[in-house]
């Protein structure tokens, strides 16, 4: 019994920290130097790469330290973060030392273009307040979803091209355009999770707009856009393949979301949709 909640325990730490959505992020860039040049892994920056880790690490842990938690009915995920708020705030600080150390590895031009990704990501965690007037970029209707997209896709593609050296690249675009909607596919579910922390909240989203089944199709709708798209510009090669399993695999995940649907399947399991392209990818790159 005691093993069982050991890894019970380890599994929550590594979820509700965000070591896997950040590794997801890591994955995905990983996959931007395979796509844009054939010998990828020999190409791959390790300090970029633990730049984009430590970035996502930090993002996301500062949002659920200044996050405010449901008193009525916390989450199994609220009460795990409540319960280790200390933990959460340890890895706030090494991933915040993390983004400071990595940072010198980073070309002027790199740190130049993170600057706007970076003010995104922060207007998305807290307000500005000049007296009576508030800008909150999370609760302009039905901008959240698409700026994550933005900053996701950007961040795991554009930061690799550039190191490449191929950052005004037609074929960069086409991948971004690609990467923006799988991301925005599966921050629908996301947005399904908080609908009634959103509807409370006024925060107007896509779920909010066309009810959950209607935004269940509408992800599913993405998800085949994404695969039709990376057939068009890739053809049948190992790319397309990646594509189509990871859209599959997605599909059939979004297909069984609830209102029972517990955090760890949003945070494992949609989020492993990222990994599990990677791993495809890396399959088909080494083998076709």
Known sequence: ???????KTSFNAFIFTHVFISLSAVTLSISSYLILTPS????????????????????????????????????????????????????????LAGIIYTTFFLRTDQILYLV?????????IFPIRLGSFEFYLRKLPFVKIFVLSYVWASVTVFLPASDLGRLNDPQTFLVFVERFLFILA????????????????NVKTIPGLLGVKSAKIASVFLLMCYVLFSLSIHGLDYVSLSRACSGIFAVFLISRINDETADAFYMFLI??????????????????
Not at 1 to 7: F, Y
Not at 271 to 288: A, K, P, R, W
């Open 186 to 201: 599966l921050a629908i579910p996301f947005d399904i999770r908080d609908f009634d922390k959103d509807k409370r909240e």
């Open 1 to 7: 019994m005691s093993e069982k909640v050991s890894i």
């Open 116 to 124: 706007h990704l970076g003010v995104l990501s922060l207007l998305y």
């Open 271 to 288: 989020d492993g949709v990222m990994i599990f392209h990677f791993v495809v990818l890396s399959l088909t790159y080494i083998l076709i």
């Open 40 to 95: 990828g892994f020999h190409k791959i920056s390790l300090p970029l790469l633990a730049f984009i880790f430590f970035s996502t690490l930090f993002v996301y842990n500062y949002y659920i330290t200044s996050y405010s938690f449901s008193q009525e009915k916390p989450t199994p995920k609220d009460k795990w973060i409540i319960e280790n708020e200390k933990q959460v705030k340890l890895i706030f600080c090494l991933s």
